[in-house]
Structure formats: structure tokens, C-alpha cells
């Protein structure tokens, strides 16, 4: 794979009413997250407020992870429930949802009908390695295939790529087949992606 590694200079910030966003990456690249035309989108939120309501994507499939921090959600007429760290919640989201509790959190936003994904955590100790492969082939009607890697803490070779806390890897024409090997000295946690479009 052609592995680009993100760093903080690439991506953007701004500021919503429960505190900031951070766009890591978006597709196709160029697009404008305001316009709502796009068709897949990596952030990370500082959640300032004790108490805030999701943004309504109502042409989205959303999937939400903890990072740090603590998080309890409530999705549409759903019970409350606490997001345990690195995993992750997907929901539809034009449905609405609260959130309580202050964290920074990590999203993936699909467009529904033209994109298809999923993520994972990923965690490697002190002198570790291991091999990951991100999916099998999607179905005929998404041939496009994007895999991204967002290291959560430490640092780690991926693919012989250095990268270290707060950085982001991304291949956007990727082999879903192709094996990605992982291995850290000193251990790090990852939340990775694949993501299929048409």
C-alpha cells in the first residue's frame, strides 16, 4: 500500500458549541464538511461540555469511539449507556443523540448508499508486533477501497512507516486484502479503518 502519513500541519480545526473538531481526513479530498457532500469524513472532538446534542447527519452512518475521557450516549428513544475506550458505537445519523460527559472522542462519518466501513482498535505492547488485514473484497457495486490507521498513543513502524501519537496513516486506493504489518518498542494503540465507495 501507499501509505500518507497526516500530521497535525494537514489537518483542520474548528470550533462547534460543545467545544472543537478536528478533521483528519476526507473524501474525495477537497470536499467541504459543511456542504455535506461528502462522502466519507475521519474527525477527532474535544467535548467540552458536561451535557451536548449530536450535529443531525441525516444522509450519514456514524461510528463513534472514546479516545480519553468518559462518554455516556443516549441514541434516539435508546437507554443511556456509558462508551467504554477505543470501542465503538455506529448509529444513524439523522437519529437523534445526547452525550454526556467530557472526552475526545474519534469519528467516522459514511455516506449512506455510496460508502461502506468499518474500524477497529488496534493495540500493541512494548516490543510487540502483529499483522492486520483489513477486510475481505466488498461487494462489485463499492470497488473503491480506503484504509487509514490513526495512531491513539505511543508510536509504531506500519509498513515500515514511523508514526507516533496523534498522527494519521491513509491509503486511498488500497488492497482490502493486503496484510498491514504493526510493530512498536515501546507499545501503542490504534483505531483503524477500511472503507469501501462507489
Known amino acids: 500500500m ?56 441525516p444522509d450519514y452512518v456514524r461510528l463513534i469511539s472514546v479516545l480519553h475521557g468518559d462518554l455516556d450516549m443516549k441514541v434516539g428513544e435508546g437507554e443511556r449507556f456509558g462508551l467504554e475506550p477505543l470501542t465503538l458505537c455506529s448509529f444513524d445519523g439523522g437519529v437523534p443523540v445526547e452525550s454526556w460527559g467530557q472526552c475526545t472522542d474519534y469519528n467516522l462519518m459514511l455516506r449512506k448508499g455510496r460508502a461502506q466501513g468499518n474500524a477497529q482498535s488496534l493495540a500493541l505492547e512494548a516490543g510487540s508486533a502483529l499483522t492486520w488485514t483489513p477486510a475481505v473484497p466488498a461487494p462489485m457495486e463499492y470497488p473503491g477501497c480506503t484504509v487509514a490507521l490513526y495512531c491513539v498513543s505511543g508510536a509504531a513502524e506500519v509498513d515500515g512507516v514511523a508514526v507516533q501519537e496523534g498522527q494519521f496513516l491513509l491509503c486511498r486506493q488500497a488492497d482490502p486484502t493486503r496484510k498491514v504489518k504493526l510493530s512498536s518498542r515501546t507499545g501503542a494503540s490504534f483505531m483503524a479503518a477500511v472503507i469501501f465507495t462507489r
Open 2 to 57: 501507499e501509505w500518507k502519513l497526516l500530521t497535525q500541519e494537514d489537518y483542520v480545526t474548528t470550533l462547534w458549541s460543545g467545544g472543537t473538531t478536528t478533521q483528519l481526513a476526507i473524501a474525495p479530498e477537497g470536499a467541504v464538511y459543511a456542504d455535506r457532500d461528502f462522502l466519507w469524513r475521519f474527525s477527532s472532538a474535544r467535548v467540552e461540555l458536561e451535557h451536548s446534542d449530536f450535529t443531525p447527519l
